[in-house]
Antibody, heavy 118, light 111 residues
C-alpha cells in the first residue's frame, strides 16, 4: 500500500524557517516524481513544487521560488521542503503527493499543518 | 501563466446529474491535460479524472470528464448523484514551464 506521511509541521514565528518531510513507503520511491501542494484553511489547493525522480528537474510556483527548496533522498525514501523567510500567508496544510507516470497525482499524504504566527 | 476558473459552488439533488466547469484564461484547454480531484471534508484529495477523461481504477463510471475547445473549458460530469459525492472538486492542468495550475475549487452540495 502506498503511504506518504508528512512530518515537521508546527508553529513558527514570521521570518523563521522550517523543514517539512515526507516519508514514502509501499512503492519504489526513486522511480516517481513528487510534488508539494499546500492548502490554507478554507481555501483551495496550491501547487508549490515538483522534483523529478532523480532530482534533475525541479520546478517551483512563482509564489515560493527563492523562498522554498524541494529536495529528496532516494536512499531514505524521503521528500523534503525547506521553507525560509516564512510569512503569515504561508500558514497552511502542506501535502506531499506522488505523481503517476500519467502525470497526475495518484497518492496524497495526510498533510502537515504549518502555522506562522508571532 | 494562465488561470483555471471554476464556479464557487453548485448544488443538485440525489440521483440527478451535475456538470462542473473549468475555464482556462489563456492558451488552449487542449494543449495540456486536465485532471479533476475530489476532496471530501477533512480528507486529502483523490483523483477522479486524469488526462481529460480517464478514470483511475476504483472511480465509478458516474464520473466523466471532457474538454470543449470552443469554450476553452474542461468539464466534470457526475451522474446519479449520491450524498457521498458532496465534496470540493478541483481541476488542474500544467503550463509550458511544467508548473501545475489548480482551479479555485467548486463546492458540490447534494441536497
Amino acid at each position: 500500500e502506498v503511504q506518504l506521511v508528512e512530518s515537521g509541521g508546527g508553529l513558527v514565528k514570521p521570518g523563521g524557517s522550517l523543514r517539512v518531510s515526507c516519508a514514502a513507503s509501499g512503492f519504489t520511491f526513486r522511480n516517481y516524481r513528487m510534488n508539494w501542494v499546500r492548502q490554507a484553511t478554507g481555501k483551495g489547493l496550491e501547487w508549490l513544487s515538483t522534483i523529478s525522480s532523480d532530482s534533475t528537474y525541479i520546478y517551483y510556483a512563482d509564489s515560493v521560488k527563492g523562498q522554498f527548496t524541494i529536495s529528496r533522498d532516494n536512499a531514505k525514501n524521503s521528500l523534503y521542503l525547506q521553507m525560509n523567510s516564512l510569512r503569515a500567508e504561508d500558514t497552511a496544510v502542506y501535502y506531499c503527493a506522488r505523481v503517476s507516470p500519467d502525470g497526475y497525482i495518484d497518492s496524497w499524504g495526510q498533510g502537515t499543518l504549518v502555522t506562522i504566527s508571532s | 501563466n494562465f488561470m483555471l476558473t471554476q464556479p464557487h459552488s453548485v448544488s443538485e439533488s440525489p440521483g440527478k446529474t451535475i456538470t462542473i466547469s473549468c475555464t482556462r484564461s489563456s492558451g488552449s484547454i487542449a494543449s495540456n491535460y486536465v485532471q479533476w480531484y475530489q476532496q471530501r471534508p477533512g480528507s486529502s484529495p483523490t483523483t477522479v479524472i486524469y488526462k481529460d477523461n480517464q478514470r483511475p481504477s476504483g472511480v465509478p463510471d458516474r464520473f466523466s470528464g471532457s474538454i470543449d475547445s470552443s469554450s476553452n473549458s474542461a468539464s466534470l460530469t457526475i451522474s446519479g448523484l449520491k450524498t457521498e459525492d458532496e465534496a470540493d472538486y478541483y481541476c488542474q492542468s500544467y503550463d509550458t514551464s511544467n508548473r501545475w495550475v489548480f482551479g479555485g475549487g467548486t463546492k458540490l452540495t447534494v441536497l
